[in-house]
């Protein structure tokens, strides 16, 4: 099956969102859904579409950082977020990831740009980015947690109400957040281990 990567048009627009959803019904790598092509006003960007047969069979979307850090974990140098990237499962087998990652670093370079950083909390994704021989930069748990008495009545004060609290650490700190501190495990609200990669060009 031929494969081809172009830029994404604004007339994408609708096969987008919806293909975006259906990667994301089948995904850990994403926390929210969205209703909107985000457009990722005041950076650069890359966006990119891989089409197969004359539909979109993949995606990926890169915002560029302003200042090194502004986004992305490591500091050194200025890179690129990727915040959208996967595929159709239809597709599995067709190197659609492989020519998207491929394409956007060429894209990248265009830019100026030397680095990206993928992170995700979505198990296959880590063994996929393992297999492509990105490096491991870094990791932590996302999770929610019930929040304890004071800081309900601290927030209701201000007559705000909360659910749960949305949280992040390192996974050292793991083991004593789980041992201070209601976590909720029920899907879809479970925790899940994120893990960041890197690629440098």
Request: overall charge negative.
């Amino acid at each position: 099956m031929d494969i081809q990567i172009r830029e994404y048009r604004e007339e994408d627009k609708e096969e987008w969102m919806r293909v975006h959803a259906i990667i994301l019904s089948i995904s850990h790598a994403w926390n929210y859904t969205i209703q909107e092509r985000p457009a990722y006003e005041g950076h650069s960007s890359t966006r990119l579409v891989a089409l197969a047969e004359g539909k979109i069979a993949g995606l990926t979307d890169v915002q560029y950082e302003n200042t090194p850090g502004e986004f992305c974990f490591l500091k050194d140098s200025l890179a690129g977020y990727v915040l959208e990237f996967g595929r159709l499962p239809e597709y599995s087998g067709h190197q659609v990831g492989k020519k998207l990652i491929d394409a956007t670093i060429e894209d990248a370079k265009k830019k100026g740009f030397n680095r990206l950083e993928y992170w995700t909390q979505d198990r296959n994704a880590q063994r996929y980015y393992r297999r492509v021989d990105m490096k491991e930069i870094g990791r932590h748990y996302r999770f929610r947690i019930r929040p304890k008495q004071d800081v309900v009545d601290l927030l209701h004060k201000d007559y705000v109400g909360v659910e749960y609290l949305y949280c992040a650490c390192v996974p050292e700190e793991w083991p004593l957040i789980k041992q201070k501190y209601e976590v909720i495990e029920k899907h879809p609200l479970e925790p899940h281990l994120c893990i960041g990669f890197e690629i440098r060009f």
